[in-house]
Each structure stands twice: as structure tokens, then as C-alpha cells.
């Protein structure tokens, strides 16, 4: 994999140039990029001063309400204070859990990659609130202030979802899609991330094959609707996963290696532009197989330890081959390639 830098969109250009493009073609095109960035800057030159002003991060305030309540008097180790809250909603009173420290986190995830079922399993645990897809709508997410108003109100624990565990949570958040404007405004929610102390749980997907197929059958079935006429992205019975898994998408081999090697650079570049933030790196895969993986989750957001639980069933349990119509042409491109791998791992469990 090429070294990922925080900002670049460095391997969606490479994964599109072909190989097989004449060295002419390539000339003609860069001259005419070349031709066309100096052109550009050539107006742009004109208004730099305007531009400047323009392009100047807003500076927000990040609100940091840590110190309002008179809660110090709980025994938390000093280089640990900066992660900890006492959040005085204002929808709602704390009660006898107001001096109860609480902890931020975001899950920071892409779509297919288990995070439904992994949010299900944390909010299975009785002091801890994971509020879902927030920034799925996009007006949540046009602008940073519109990100830092949505964030105060989820940490200052006023964000209403099915999840919410109020009075007595210990550790709220959300789950955050790489592609839901968290790159865009990089640079300011990391600002906001190390302000006030949120921990991160990074949720990816090592076989990024079966993610693949997981997108193409879960956007198949948004038309189709395979479980009497109801869209679902996730299911509660082996019946259920079965319908769903009965659908056996066709891959494009021509763009299948570089469309895996464009999910590998997003995941990387989103932990490289959050590695100063405190976070955890987890695998779904591995927490299929490893249960003390859930410990570790929870020892991370200094929880009291509990069997975490979902009622989620996987939808392609079984081998890779059986979900996909042309396995073997997609078997002969992917066999040769760093990616073979991912044609063979199936699940022990
Ligand atoms: C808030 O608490 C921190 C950590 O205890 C302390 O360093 C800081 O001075 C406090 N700020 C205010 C405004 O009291
Ligand atoms: C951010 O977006 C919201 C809603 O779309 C809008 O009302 C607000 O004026 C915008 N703020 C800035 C600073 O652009
Ligand atoms: C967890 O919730 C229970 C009941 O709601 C409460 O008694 C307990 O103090 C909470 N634990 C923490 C660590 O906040
Ligand atoms: C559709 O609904 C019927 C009756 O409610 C039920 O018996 C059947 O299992 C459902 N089918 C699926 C695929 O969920
Ligand atoms: C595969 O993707 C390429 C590039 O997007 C496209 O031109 C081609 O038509 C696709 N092939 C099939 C069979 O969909
Ligand atoms: C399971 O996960 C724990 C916690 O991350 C780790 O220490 C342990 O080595 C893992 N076990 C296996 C067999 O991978
Ligand atoms: C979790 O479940 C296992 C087996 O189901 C049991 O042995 C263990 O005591 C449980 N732990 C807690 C903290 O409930």
C-alpha cells in the first residue's frame, strides 16, 4: 500500500489511469493540466488577498463544559481528567448520577464493515449510548458549525435516539462514516476531537471483498426489497439472512482492484488524519472470532466490564463463492494480486 498522507486523493487518480494508456495521451493531458492551472492562477493571483481572508479556518469555540459541576472529588487519575465529563443536559436532570464521570467517543467506520451490529452490541451495555448515523443527513454536516452544533448536543448527552441511555451513561457517541463530511472538515474536528477529549474507535474491515459484496447486495435489495417488500440492512433470523444472502451479485473485474484499493486509502488516510487523536484500531473480523476484543473496547472506555450482546445475524456467513456469480473470473483477477488473500479467509466461528 503507498503511504497514505491525511489530505491526498492519491490512489483514486492512480487507480483510474490505466496502464495500457499510451505515454502520449498522458503528455497531452498534463500539458493541458498544466496549461489549465496557470490559467486558473492566473485570475486567482488577482484576488489572493480576498481568497485568504476567505479560506482562514473559522476558529469556533469549543465549548468545554467540564468544569461546571462541582464533581472533582472522584479519584480520576490526572492525565486521564482530560477525557472525562460531567455534562449537565438541558433537557434533563442527572439525578444521582450527576458526580457519574462520563466519557466521548465516536465510532469512526464505513458502511458495510459491521458497525450496526458492533453499535448494537455496545449499546447492549447499560451505561453506554451510541446514537447511530447522525451525520447522515447532510444539513448536519454542510458546514463546521453545523458539525460542532451537532456534536455539543450529542456530548452534552440532549441528542434523542432509541440508544440514549440518559441519566446514567457513561460513555455517549455516535458512528461516523468516513464519507459523512468527517473528511472535509478534517482539520477542525480533530481540533474539536483533541479539545475536549473524545476517543475514537476506528471499526474497519480487513476483507475488503466481502464488504464489497455486502454493498452491492444491501444496494440491490434498496430497489428490490427481498423481505416482503421491506428494505433491511441488517436482520434478526437465520430465514431472514438467508433471503437476503440469496442474491449473488455480478462483480466488475475490470474495476475491482483499484475499487478495493480506493476502500484501503480512504480507511488509511482517515486514521492518518486522526492518529494525534486518542483511538483504538479495531477489525471486525476480529472481534467475530476474539471476544475478549469486547473487553478491550470497554476497557478503553473505562466501563465496568459486561457480556455485551445483538441480536444481529450475519447475512454472508458462509463461503465467498457461494455469494458472488462470477467468482471465477473474479478467483483469476484477484489471484497474483496482494489481494489474493481475501479470496480464501472465510469465518471459523
Ligand atoms: C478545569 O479543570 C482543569 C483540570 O482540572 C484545570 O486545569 C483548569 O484550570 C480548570 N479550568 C477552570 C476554568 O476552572
Ligand atoms: C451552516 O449551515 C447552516 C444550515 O445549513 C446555516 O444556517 C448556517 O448559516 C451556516 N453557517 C455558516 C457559518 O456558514
Ligand atoms: C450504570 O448505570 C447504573 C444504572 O443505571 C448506575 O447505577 C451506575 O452507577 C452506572 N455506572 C456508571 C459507571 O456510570
Ligand atoms: C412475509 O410475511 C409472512 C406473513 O407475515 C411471513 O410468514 C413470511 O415469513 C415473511 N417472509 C419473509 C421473507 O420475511
Ligand atoms: C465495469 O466498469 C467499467 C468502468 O467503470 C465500465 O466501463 C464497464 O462498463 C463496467 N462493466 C460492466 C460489465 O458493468
Ligand atoms: C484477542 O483479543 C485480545 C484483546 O485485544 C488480545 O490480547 C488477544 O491476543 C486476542 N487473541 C487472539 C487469539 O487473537
Ligand atoms: C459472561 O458470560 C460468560 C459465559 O456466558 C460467564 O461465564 C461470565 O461470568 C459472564 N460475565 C459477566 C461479567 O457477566
Not at 58 to 73: E, F, G, P, T
Not at 130 to 151: A, D
Not at 265 to 283: D, M, N, Q
Not at 333 to 341: A, K, M, P
Amino acid at each position: 500500500m503507498p503511504a497514505e498522507t491525511c489530505a491526498g486523493h492519491k490512489d483514486v487518480f492512480l487507480a483510474k489511469a490505466s496502464k495500457r494508456s499510451p505515454l502520449i495521451l498522458r503528455m497531452v493531458v498534463l500539458i493541458s493540466a498544466v496549461v489549465c492551472g496557470l490559467y486558473i492562477f492566473s485570475i486567482c493571483i488577482n484576488q489572493t488577498d480576498y481568497k485568504f481572508r476567505q479560506a482562514k479556518p473559522l476558529k469556533i469555540q469549543v465549548i468545554d463544559r467540564r468544569n461546571r459541576s462541582n464533581c472533582r472529588n472522584t479519584g480520576i487519575q490526572e492525565p486521564d481528567l482530560r477525557y472525562v465529563h460531567f455534562p449537565e443536559p438541558e433537557s434533563f436532570s442527572r439525578q444521582e448520577c450527576a458526580c457519574n464521570p462520563v466519557r466521548l467517543f465516536a465510532i469512526v467506520s464505513m458502511q458495510r464493515s459491521g458497525s450496526g451490529w458492533f453499535e448494537t452490541l455496545l449499546n447492549s451495555h447499560m451505561n453506554l449510548s451510541s446514537n447511530g448515523e447522525i451525520f447522515g443527513p447532510s444539513e448536519r454536516r454542510n458546514n463546521v458549525s453545523m458539525i460542532y452544533k451537532t456534536l455539543d448536543k450529542v456530548y452534552n448527552l440532549d441528542w434523542f435516539s432509541s440508544a440514549s441511555k440518559n441519566e446514567c451513561s457513561a460513555a455517549v457517541g455516535f458512528k461516523w462514516m468516513i464519507n459523512q463530511g468527517l473528511m472535509e472538515h478534517h482539520e477542525e474536528v480533530a481540533d474539536y476531537f483533541n479539545t475536549r477529549g473524545v476517543s475514537l474507535i476506528f471499526l474497519l474491515r480487513r476483507n475488503l471483498l466481502r464488504r464489497m459484496i455486502s454493498l452491492l447486495a444491501n444496494t440491490y435489495d434498496k430497489n428490490v426489497k427481498l423481505l416482503n417488500g421491506t428494505h433491511k440492512s441488517h436482520v434478526h433470523s437465520p430465514h431472514e439472512a438467508e433471503v437476503l444472502a440469496g442474491y449473488k451479485p455480478t462483480l466488475n473485474v475490470s474495476t475491482l482492484v483499484s475499487n478495493i484499493r480506493s476502500a484501503e486509502g480512504t480507511a488509511a488516510r482517515a486514521l492518518e488524519c486522526f492518529k494525534t487523536t486518542r483511538h483504538i484500531v479495531l477489525y471486525y473480523e476480529d472481534i467475530i472470532t476474539n471476544h475478549t476484543k469486547l473487553v478491550e473496547v470497554q476497557e478503553f472506555l473505562k466501563l465496568p466490564s459486561q457480556n455485551l450482546t445483538s441480536g444481529q445475524v450475519k447475512i454472508h456467513s458462509g463461503p465467498l463463492s457461494r455469494y458472488v456469480a462470477n467468482w471465477e473470473d473474479v478467483r483469476k483477477t484477484l489471484q497474483g494480486t496482494s489481494y489474493e488473500n481475501l479470496l480464501n479467509t472465510d469465518y471459523k466461528s
